[in-house]
């Protein structure tokens, strides 16, 4: 595992564990956390990225806006 991917993963973590404290206190805002874990998670880790582009989720929803983005289709890509 490269640093670059170690990092992703660590900040990925952190950021899905603030996600999830966010659905107990209202104070914290969930998703913003969840989705930047998310992204990180599908950098760090290429099971996850392949699982997630398999979900109906993104195939409903976000595949548009994943072959939207340049930034976003170069991470989804890799």
């Known amino acids: 595992m490269n640093i670059k991917k170690a990092v992703c993963l660590v900040f990925a973590i952190i950021f899905l564990v603030l996600g999830l404290v966010g659905l107990a206190l209202p104070i914290i805002p969930q998703i913003p956390f969840l ?44």
Do not use: N
């Not at 997630?52 to 939207?68: C, M, P, R, S």
């Open 35 to 78: 989705l930047v874990g998310v992204i990180l998670l599908s950098i760090a880790s290429t099971r996850f990225k392949t699982f997630l582009k398999e979900t109906e989720l993104y195939k409903k929803h976000l595949k548009k806006y994943v072959d939207k983005s340049e930034r976003l289709s170069k991470i989804m890509d890799d």
